[in-house]
Structure formats: C-alpha cells, structure tokens
C-alpha cells in the first residue's frame, strides 16, 4: 500500500506544461515543418495566381482544405467580389480571403490576424511573392494546432487576394467587419519574400508588450531585431502600382509612398488595417535571398525559395501569434499612427491620379 500511495503522489507532483507553452510549438516544428512543403504546391503545382483567375480559385480552396486537414475551426472562403472573366461559367470569377480559426480559451471574441496574400502576378510562379509567406502563415497555423496549445484569445489566419491590385481583399475585409476592428489587437503580415523573418518595427508605447509577446521568438536564439519608432507615418494613398480590376480606378503609388520602410511600409496588405486604427505590422526578413531579383519579375519561381527561411518564419509566426494572445490585454493603439497626409479615412482614400 505504502508504495502505491508514493507512485500516485510522484504522478500527482508531475507539472504538466502549460496550456500556451511556446516549448510545445518548437517541439512539433522540429519533428516535421511542412512549410516548404506548401509553397512548393502553391508556386510549383498550382502556379501563377492572379487574382480573377482560375488559378487563384484553384489556391483558395486547396488552402481551405489545408486548413481543414490541420484541424482549425470555422474554416471558409470569404467572398470580397469578383471580376471578369470570359472563360469562366458566368462570365466572372469569384475572389474570396480564406479564413480559418484557432478559438481562444478565455477571450473567443478577441483576435490576433496573421495573413499573407494568396493572389501574384503572371509573370511566374508567383514564390517568394507571396507563397512564401502564405506557407509560413499555414504552417503556423498547423505547427500551433498539432502543439496543442491552447491561446487565450482567437489566432485567426487569412490568405488575402487582391493584394497586388490594390489591397483589395484585406480593405474589404475591413470595410465589411467594422464590428471586429476594435476587437482586433494586432495583425501581422508576411509579405516580403523567402529569407527568415528577423525583425519587426513598432511603436515605442507597445516595447514592452511586443517584448513581453516576443519572449518566446527570443528564446529560438536565432537574430531577431524589436526596433521602435515614436508613432508610425501612414501615406494616405500607399497602394500597388496598378489598376483596380473590379472598379477601373487607379490604385497607382504616389510620391508620397517615398517613406522610410521602417515607418509603416509600403505597402502590403496591413495598410488596410492601420487605416483603420488598427495595431498592424508587416515582418521584416533578411538573409541570402535577393528579394528585388524576384519581385514582379520572371525569376520568381520555385527555384527561388529558401526553404530554411521559410520553415523558420513559420515558427516565429506562430509564436509571435501566441505570445499576443496570451497577452492581460489587447495591445494598446494611442499614438499609433502620427499623420495621415490628406487623408480623409479608410480605403476610399487610397485613389491616387494615374497622370504620374
């Protein structure tokens, strides 16, 4: 009897790790990271997916059933709009933002975004812009899932379209959600190519939270900078060089685009969200991988990815996921944005002239 009662009290004394330990997410991803797994489908199978055509169809709803097969909840195809096609039933296509959910435990109606855009342009197979980014997003989302973490608040992951048209899909999203903005505690973005994620600027009133959710991007020990400016400078006209599609308005960048990277960026899709008043922050990657020989360009193809950099975004996003939404709090949004130069609020102003 004596040694039974001492075996129940060493299995009652073993601490079981807890629900958000960040040690679980390293572990799973060290067994299996399948990032470059998805962006070899994405960039190789499926190919060029520019937004109205089959292709991106095609992409949205593999990386829907990607996110099903990881076991997120509430997974769908969000219909934005859709665009003209004249070989498709109809005469158009459909264009939707996938959404899937990690539900958080204690705050469910709180969330944390991490997104990359799903859509590229046609001159190749659209990999470092964006698959890239869109594997590093889905494999956070499976690598947090599979760890069985359990996050506070709800980690949403969007696979956003239109981006190069215009940010089209993320400021729809904004537009039709007016009711989850102030919900929203941040958002992250990935949309800078294949190297590692290595940084990110923010303002100084949040350091000491970013640090506090950070902790664990830290702990990889792998370089990673937290810089911070006094407030971020958003251009009210930041947009792709390009033409809307949907409207035939120009989406063209301005001079006043012409701002230091590390004061908002310029642009991808989270402009859409500091708009709006939204924390929203795009990573910053660095290493071996020459982003500017592959942007909008010929070369960018499969054989451009560096599945290292991938794999090892993948981790800190889901990380830096976990880390907001365990959080006390929603991060705070005084002082977030310094200026908006003649901006008069929202998407709509972000119709520059196409005369420049």
């Not at 109809?90 to 264009?95: L, N, R």
């Not at 594997?135 to 980690?155: D, F, H, N, Y």
């Not at 010929?298 to 794999?311: P, Q, R, S, W, Y």
Request: aromatic share 6%; hydrophobic share 45%.
């Amino acid at each position: 009897m004596a040694v039974c009662m001492c075996a129940a009290t060493a299995v009652s004394l073993r601490a079981a790790p807890p629900a958000s330990d960040p040690g679980r997410v390293v572990a799973t991803a060290r067994a299996g990271n399948q990032a470059m797994a998805h962006a070899r489908y994405l960039a190789g199978d499926i190919g060029p997916r520019l937004t109205g055509t089959k292709r991106l169809a095609r992409a949205e709803r593999w990386a829907a059933k990607q996110f099903e097969s990881f076991g997120l909840a509430d997974v769908r195809l969000e219909r934005w709009g859709e665009m003209s096609a004249p070989r498709a039933r109809g005469g158009v296509i459909a264009v939707h933002n996938v959404i899937a959910d990690i539900r958080g435990s204690e705050h469910p109606d709180e969330l944390v975004i991490v997104g990359a855009h799903l859509d590229s342009w046609d001159f190749a197979h659209g990999a470092t812009d964006n698959a890239a980014g869109c594997a590093a997003v889905m494999e956070a989302a499976r690598l947090l899932v599979a760890s069985g973490v359990q996050p506070k608040r709800t980690i949403r992951f969007v696979l956003w379209t239109g981006e190069e048209q215009g940010l089209l899909g993320s400021s729809a999203y904004v537009a039709a959600h007016p009711e989850l903005l102030g919900k929203t505690s941040v958002v992250f973005n990935l949309d800078a190519g294949t190297n590692p994620i290595s940084g990110l600027v923010a303002t100084e009133g949040l350091r000491d939270e970013f640090e506090q959710a950070f902790a664990g991007v830290t702990a990889l020990g792998q370089p990673f900078e937290l810089r911070t400016v006094a407030a971020l400078t958003l251009p009210a006209d930041c947009c792709s060089q390009s033409v809307n599609p949907a409207t035939g308005t120009c989406t063209g960048t301005s001079d006043a685009c012409a701002l230091p990277p590390d004061q908002s960026g310029c642009p991808s899709d989270h402009v859409a969200f500091l708009r709006a008043g939204v924390p929203a922050f795009m990573f910053e990657q660095k290493g071996s991988a020459d982003y500017a020989h592959t942007h909008h360009t010929a070369h960018d193809t499969v054989d451009a990815l560096d599945a290292k950099g991938i794999e090892h975004s993948a981790v800190v996003l889901a990380l830096a996921a976990l880390g907001v939404a365990d959080l006390p709090g929603l991060l705070a949004r005084d002082g977030l944005i310094a200026s908006i130069p003649g901006a008069s609020g929202g998407a709509a102003s972000c119709t520059p002239s196409c005369s420049k």
